[in-house]
């Protein structure tokens, strides 16, 4: 964000809590701005996605919605998008690790305010929701399908909504029904005896895939919530009244999360998070290990075709601003995975990036107690929790 856009928000936040000190309740005039700095009715509007064109075009969206409901995006025709991104629970799936055509490492992330991200995957090895959105489907613990198995199943199924966004939709004489570069060794070999031709034409289309489905997804705003109708009257110096109204529960929990519990040190802005990357010392899941995260996701994404600095980005290399000024070596990025936002977050178990927390108050003691990382350091402080304390936090979560 410029200084300038910094500057106009800031001031926009500060006249719409002028009159907060005179709010009849015993709220601080700070605890109250920040309160309000946390309403969904702060959240900006949808940064542009200077690497894909038709971001915002509602005929992408429109095909994009299509595609992420259709199993046919995937080797065994059961998988879809939606199979794990569940709309009824929230785009999410809530199991420990995303199940699809075999279980992944990681818990599945919602999706409602992804439009907002910066980096996508909890390593942030994706710069953006358009290249996101072509990893799974080519992962054979997940879609298991072929990249020019995608193509031609979109040319098949859908070549006037495609046309109508991207333009003639590419011949496919010539080239094999299952070839990939990811994929098995005859699938790998099949892409190799392809032409360059071919190749870059097949890469262009499923480019146009991955920035059709990102259009829907863009479409997927975060809903409001009891915490926003609670901030609401207090943006206008009003008390919030029946449902809005917090119990005296919540209310210390809501001071413990915006104050001596540290919380808003990653869990900040109306989406409750930073952004960025974080080794909080979770430990591995059974039987598995979590991996380095950020800092094993570097290479990858300098190295990734579908970044915004590669061939099927729709910019310039010197306007990918993530790219260029990216942190890509320090200690810090060991075992560092990205903050999730919370809203929703009482409805979501279980937690963590690889669903390592069954409740709510399993993570408050983790954060509490700061234990040491399995590797690297973890960047918490313990955290003094009476038990009243500990059940105020869950309960101001809740409201998320």
Known sequence: MSRAGSVLISAALAASIAALAGCGDDLSRSEKETIVSLSLAELPDVPPSRSNRVADDPRAAALGEKLFHDTGLSGPGTVACATCHDPARGFQDGLPRGVAVGTTDKRTMPLAGVAWNIWFFWDGRKDSLWSQALEPLENPREHAATRTGIVRHVVQNYPDDYEAVFG???????VPDAAS???????KAAWRAMSEDKRFAVDLAFANVGKAIAAFERTLRPEETR???FAAPIARDETPQGEAAFSELERE????FIGSGNCLECHNGPRFTDDHFHNTGVPDPEGATAGQGRAEAIDKLLADP???TGPFSDTTPDECDEMRFMLRESPELVRAFKTPSLRGVGSRAPYMHAGQFATLEEVVDHYASAPRSPDGESELRPVRLTERGRQALVAFLETL
Do not use: A, H, I
């Open 181 to 187: 570069p990811l994929g098995n060794e005859s699938e």
């Open 306 to 308: 579908f970044s915004c």
């Open 168 to 174: 003639p939709v590419p011949s496919l004489t010539d």
């Open 227 to 229: 915490f926003d109708r």
């Open 253 to 256: 929990g809501l001071r413990l």
